[in-house]
């Protein structure tokens, strides 16, 4: 009786700690699935060679094609989605190495390289006369597009865009340049740290979900440090900006911590009659009522040039 009694506490613990681990990832692409699920958002994938380019796509009427930035997927573009599904074509890609893309054995991940992946996915896509609406990394990378296929855009909206190198330095760079690197918590204070940078604002999650989020981020730094690495080797695009022919809109926040505002004012200087919406409360990520300026500043811009 004792030894069924033990096997059977043996089997209980390890059931338990099993659906414990696994409850957490389960439950997030059970949410991912029901997001897009609920906007008719169709998962689909175009292979080129060895390798892959996952994406989404619903909607009718003129493109609109999202680009994420750093560590980030398609699904970052769900809530943006939500607002333009209705009335026009969407498609959100995720970068080589990002999300459920692949990532090609000689792919490069400074800007000017991530362009030409860009420009692959545009061109196996067939896509023409879209809208590209495109932040942080992702900005930097569609205005390189941009300046190098005018003919293919309708317009090019920019939300924190990275791609010019001032003197002063970013928050989180000047904390890069001391050894500490935001992007690649190790701990839930950390997570929580560079949740606030991103968004203003801790993340409304319980330490159950953040941890899981940060052993998922864990399990992926050494790409993501070669990919940040990278990064830093990017050219800068002082001289790409003034090729840009493409209407143009800038969405700037203010308060953003992890690119300096200060270098979003060059963008608008050097992109020939380039629109800005300075939004004096706004984080890197938008959020709450800042991600309703954005999105209201985006949808009358988008509609003017359509």
């Known amino acids: 009786m004792k030894k069924k009694f033990l096997i059977f506490s043996v089997l209980f613990v390890t059931l338990f700690f099993s659906a414990y681990n696994v409850l957490p990832y389960a439950l997030v692409k059970y949410h991912t699935y029901k997001s897009f699920k609920d906007l008719n958002l169709e998962v689909k994938e175009i292979k080129y060679g060895k390798d892959h380019f996952e994406y989404i796509e619903g909607g009718e009427g003129p493109t609109i094609l999202f680009v994420h930035g750093f560590q980030s997927t398609k699904s970052y573009w769900v809530p943006f989605i939500k607002k333009f599904i209705t009335t026009h074509h969407v498609v959100a890609l995720d970068l080589p190495g990002h999300g459920n893309s692949s990532s090609p054995e000689n792919q490069k991940y400074d800007i000017q390289s991530l362009e030409k992946s860009l420009s692959k996915f545009v061109q196996e896509k067939k896509l023409n006369k879209f809208h590209l609406v495109a932040t942080s990394m992702g900005g930097g990378i569609a205005s390189i597009y941009a300046a190098n296929n005018p003919d293919k855009l309708?317009?090019?909206?920019?939300?924190?865009?990275?791609?010019?190198?001032?003197?002063?330095?970013?928050?989180?760079?000047?904390?890069?340049?001391?050894?500490?690197?935001?992007?690649?918590?190790?701990?839930?204070?950390?997570?929580?740290?560079?949740?606030?940078?991103?968004?203003?604002?801790?993340?409304?999650?319980?330490?159950?979900?953040?941890?899981?989020?940060?052993?998922?981020?864990?399990?992926?730094?050494?790409?993501?440090?070669?990919?940040?690495?990278?990064?830093?080797?990017?050219?800068?695009?002082?001289?790409?900006?003034?090729?840009?022919?493409?209407?143009?809109?800038?969405?700037?926040?203010?308060?953003?911590?992890?690119?300096?505002?200060?270098?979003?004012?060059?963008?608008?200087?050097?992109?020939?009659?380039?629109?800005?919406?300075?939004?004096?409360?706004?984080?890197?990520?938008?959020?709450?009522?800042?991600?309703?300026?954005?999105?209201?500043?985006?949808d009358k811009f988008i509609n003017q040039k359509s």
């Open 154 to 298: 309708s317009s090019l909206i920019l939300i924190n865009p990275l791609g010019i190198d001032l003197e002063k330095k970013s928050e989180l760079q000047i904390l890069v340049s001391k050894g500490k690197n935001l992007f690649f918590p190790n701990n839930i204070e950390e997570f929580d740290e560079l949740a606030c940078f991103c968004t203003g604002k801790k993340l409304s999650l319980s330490n159950y979900f953040k941890k899981h989020i940060l052993s998922q981020m864990i399990k992926n730094y050494t790409f993501f440090k070669r990919v940040f690495k990278e990064l830093l080797s990017s050219i800068p695009l002082d001289n790409v900006l003034p090729k840009i022919k493409t209407p143009s809109l800038l969405i700037i926040a203010q308060k953003d911590r992890i690119i300096n505002p200060e270098t979003f004012e060059v963008f608008i200087k050097l992109i020939p009659n380039a629109k800005a919406k300075r939004i004096k409360e706004g984080s890197h990520v938008l959020v709450d009522k800042n991600f309703d300026q954005a999105i209201f500043e985006i």
